[in-house]
């Protein structure tokens, strides 16, 4: 049983307190801001209550990304730019959670409106990787892998726009999970590139982040990308196995990019799978390798669009003595934008350009539709989901890439492609290079995350001795 299902079944049945797990959840967090190397997972810190004494998540303590709106905790995006600002109203993975009997434990850390690979460029402070704090924990939804690794929370909600989910899951030892477009609502997501936002949830194991994910997914009205069709019970998929399963390889996933390390932790994984009864066998997806260039056009421009709403008028940070509208908008922006936003933003507006709109984002639409492509001809010749790695290398060291944009943008060489695709992807832990965790990704049809999810939770159990263990000493820390 995972551990949500297991603080629901005690809270449900009048075994402890319906704040009890809750409390302990507190005081993990609190105890791991102590010392000398602090985790700084968190940026808020207080709960809001669950709706539900009953419900599938009845009890459990969320940590929830601090770009998803929150009524009574403060929405920041990392970012100065918008510092104490409260939402008026919440988002809907939010009310569904609360709905489910979840509790939102606090507000974590990320990379200033979710624009990095390591946490790193938060306009607050750096996140640590609860595995070795001298590395990162992954980007840009770094504090809630880390809240969930160094098992403060048995689960979070991050956000996932070129694998910010996916990434820090596999930095951190933990499983993070990347739905469909359009699966889970984006109402209350604050926007960064909306062609590719998806609200994704973390967990200690499959099963942790699998239900997370089942409580807040479904249609919404209030969401005009949210799509109208039923959500299976994905809980059906536990115990399945891979028996019959054809697994794909992409060879352009096993790159000189990929440290071989990682590559032998990975062909363990292919063993593993082939010896459980799965058919694997290498496919190729031709266009991945402009995947990178292509995101890094289309979510920049994306973001230009989407920030220009910062201005210092409406809400958020205003410039003290500014006498102009003009030095307004420029002193705000100047005093609460950091250096990664600024750049983003000026690369999506030159992108946007008039002269160069065709040449750069007009081309890199066409080259996405290629990629798109890509992946349907996969499917349609017989392959059920794809295995890959989720990131290149494990967890890099603190301030290791902070003056290489490139290599920084790099470590998302595997996950973006889902992004830019619009199908489900998950990192679980598959193994560890010199004691820092490997993670593998599964890649699946659009709207096939039952089968994704069947294909982990295979993996999971068949590698859990690889895997150090993780999962049950984090279990283990939620029982407080």
Known sequence: MS?????????QAG??????????????????????????????????????????????????????????????????????YVSPFEATVVRKLRAAGGWVLGKTNMDEFAMGSSTENSGYRPTRNPRDRARVPGGSSGGSAAAVAAGIVPCALGSDTGGSVRQPAAFCGVVGIKPTYGRVSRYGLVAFASSLDQVGSLGATVE????????????????????????PDWAASFGVGVDGLTI??????????????????????????????????????????????????????????????YDGVRYGVRAPGAESIDAVY???????????????I??????????????YYGRAQRVRALIARDFRRVWADGVDVLFTPTSPTPAFRLGERTTDPVAMYLSDIYTVTANLAGIPGISIPIGAVEGLPVGGQFLAPMWDEARMIQAAHALES??????????????????A
Do not use: W
């Open 208 to 231: 942790d982040a699998t239900r997370l994910l089942q409580a807040v997914s479904g249609h919404d009205p209030r969401d005009a990308t949210s799509a109208d069709r039923a959500v």
């Open 346 to 359: 000026m690369l999506g507006t030159f992108a946007l350009s008039a002269g160069y709109y065709d040449a």
């Open 330 to 344: 420029e002193e705000s922006r100047t005093r609460g934008f950091g250096a990664e936003v600024v750049r983003r």
């Open 15 to 84: 075994e402890v307190e319906r704040d009890h797990f809750v409390r302990g959840a507190l005081d993990r967090a609190r105890e791991a801001d102590s010392g000398d190397v602090p985790l700084h997972a968190f940026l808020s810190l207080e709960t809001e209550e669950g709706e539900a004494a009953e419900g599938s998540l009845a009890g459990v303590p969320v940590a929830v990304k601090d770009n998803i709106c929150t009524r009574e905790l403060p929405t920041s995006c990392g970012s100065r730019i918008l510092e104490g």
């Open 248 to 309: 794909g390889v992409p060879a352009e996933y096993f790159t000189e990019e990929l440290d071989p390390a990682v590559a032998e932790v990975c062909r363990e994984a292919f063993d593993r799978l082939r010896e459980a009864g799965a058919r694997v066998r290498e496919v190729s997806l031709p266009h991945t390798r402009y995947a990178v260039p292509t995101y890094y056009i289309l979510a920049p421009a994306e973001a230009s669009s989407n920030l220009a709403r």
């Open 462 to 479: 068949l590698t859990g001795a690889v895997a150090g263990g993780v999962g049950d000493a984090r279990r283990e820390g939620t029982d």
């Open 3 to 11: 551990a949500c299902s297991e603080i629901a079944r005690r809270v």
